[in-house]
């Protein structure tokens, strides 16, 4: 099985600041990789696909990149409107999620 | 407009088995798959696996081979999702998403999710 490492678990931002998430797959997995945003009591959101597209409709200061086992997942400035937990997806091999990075606002 | 809508909350003893729907509308339903993601309380998305609604083929995580069925009703646009020999740690909002038709690729639009609580 693939194996995806998220990092931080959590982190504090102030309003406005550049958010970096990232994660790391135990194997190469080419780009295809997602990322999700989940807010408290509701079902995951897709915000990015194939590691660096942005999902229709989703602003455009979230965005991905990355490829092979390392990737990156940034909010140019952070709103508070994005205080949710990220995760990220692989489906090169079915589809593993990562641990999820918790995004609270300083 | 797109929508999955699932079946209500279960509660179940340890050893059952549950059945949750997942009822399609808004698109071809046969032109996508579904996946299956359980929550635990507190704890993060795990993938359960992926049934194509345009042939019926399946990938189930390894940890729930044996355990776990999926299979698709196309006459309804429903699929289902058997979990059996359920166990405390089987406690999870459990939620379908629409997928790819011929291997999973992700999950664009999600069901409301369904609480299912195994205690005894």
């Known amino acids: 099985d693939i194996q995806m490492t998220q990092s931080p678990s959590s982190l504090s931002a102030s309003v406005g600041d550049r958010v970096t998430i990232t994660c790391q797959a135990s194997?190469?997995?080419?780009?295809?990789l997602n990322w999700y945003q989940q807010k408290p009591g509701k079902a995951p959101k897709l915000l990015i696909y194939d590691a660096s597209n942005l999902e229709t409709g989703v602003p455009s200061r979230f965005s991905g990149s990355g490829s092979g086992t390392d990737f990156t997942f940034t909010i140019s400035s952070l709103q508070p409107e994005d205080i949710a937990t990220y995760y990220c997806?692989?489906?090169?091999?079915?589809?593993?999620f990562g641990g999820g990075t918790k995004v609270e606002i300083k | 407009q797109v929508q999955l809508v699932q079946s209500g909350a279960e509660v179940k003893k340890p050893g059952a088995s549950v059945k949750v729907s997942c009822k399609a509308s808004?698109?071809?339903?046969?032109?996508?798959?579904i996946s299956w993601v359980r929550q635990a309380p507190g704890q993060g998305l795990e993938w359960m696996g992926w049934?194509?609604?345009?042939?019926?083929?399946?990938n189930y995580a390894q940890k729930l081979q044996g355990r776990v069925t999926m299979t698709t009703d196309t006459s309804t646009s429903t699929a289902y999702m058997e979990l059996r020999s359920l166990r405390s740690d089987d406690t999870a909002v459990y939620y379908c998403?629409?997928?790819?038709?011929?291997?999973?690729?992700?999950?664009?639009?999600w069901g409301q999710g369904t609480l299912v609580t195994v205690s005894s």
């Open positions: 194997q190469d997995i080419s780009n295809y």
């Open positions: 049934i194509s609604a345009y042939n019926g083929n399946t």
């Open positions: 997806q692989q489906y090169d091999n079915l589809g593993t």
């Open positions: 808004g698109y071809t339903f046969t032109s996508y798959g």
């Open positions: 998403a629409r997928d790819g038709h011929t291997v999973t690729t992700g999950n664009d639009y």
